[in-house]
């Protein structure tokens, strides 16, 4: 009885630990005619002749329990500004790009069912700004480019089957002659739940357990070395 108990603990712990990865990918891009290409992930800038600058950040929130929404947040901005008077071929330019990808599934038998999509965004462009695009995809069951619209919408699905869920931005501002300062920003914020055909029902939505490792966050650690502990101590007076 004590050793089940202690392979409980242990069991516990690792659970505890799990993380869920989404593949979630920013990219930035600043340019001006004197520093050349910079590249990153998160941020960058450039500043010679002009300047540019663009930022990028997503985070990813899986359900805690049952009835709990994914969540995605994203925002983007990027400006570029041509200096001095360097003929009408000249430009600053700065782009960002998110790009998250999961890969998601339902509790249960094969069945219909519903998708609770509620997406809201926020942007704002200087006159002349370059160009703002967006993609949202659901499997291939839904696909839209929400360009500035909120959405709070059912979509049907069939439960019990996995699917793909993918949302990409991209922002991009030139600085010329004719435009002067490009800038621009967008903030996106996603939720997603999945119901019973009746609509009110939750279901379970999660990654699929291959996409989960056991690798403690930093937040976790402590926890499962009370866990460890605890289990050791159990194993020991076990064998007494």
């Given amino acids: 009885m004590k050793i089940h108990l202690v392979c409980l603990v242990f069991a516990a712990t690792l659970i505890h630990s799990q993380v869920a990865l989404a593949d979630s990918v920013n990219a930035v891009s600043c340019s001006t005619p004197g520093a050349g290409l910079v590249t990153g ?12 600058n663009a930022s990028s950040t997503s985070s990813v929130t899986l359900p805690s329990s049952i009835g709990q929404p ?7 901005s990027a400006s570029a500004l041509l200096g001095g008077a360097l003929g009408i071929s000249a430009f600053s330019m700065a782009e960002s790009t998110t790009d ?11 069945r219909n069912g519903l998708l609770a999509l509620n997406f809201q965004q926020s942007s704002w462009t200087t006159p002349g700004f370059g160009s703002i695009s967006e ?17 709070s919408i059912l979509i049907p699905i069939e439960l019990g089957t996995d699917f793909s869920l ?5 922002i991009l501002a030139n600085g010329d002659a004719a435009s002067g300062l490009s800038s621009g920003a967008i903030g996106t914020s996603l939720s997603l ?3 019973e055909a009746d609509g009110s029902t ?8 291959s996409s989960v490792v056991a690798t403690p966050e930093p937040a976790s650690v402590g926890v499962t070395a009370v866990g460890l502990v605890l289990a050791f101590a159990l194993l020991y007076r076990s064998r007494r």
């Fill in 193 to 195: 739940a999945a119901f």
């Fill in 202 to 209: 939750p279901v379970d939505l999660f990654d699929p357990p």
């Fill in 166 to 170: 993918s949302y990409v931005d991209s």
């Fill in 135 to 151: 993609l949202l995809t659901i499997g291939s069951i839904y696909s839209v480019s929400p360009d500035g619209q909120n959405l």
């Fill in 70 to 76: 994914l969540e995605i947040d994203a925002d983007a």
């Fill in 100 to 110: 998250v990808t999961l890969n998601l599934d339902t509790a249960g038998s094969v």
């Fill in 41 to 52: 992930t998160v941020s960058c800038s450039a500043a010679l002749y002009g300047y540019a």
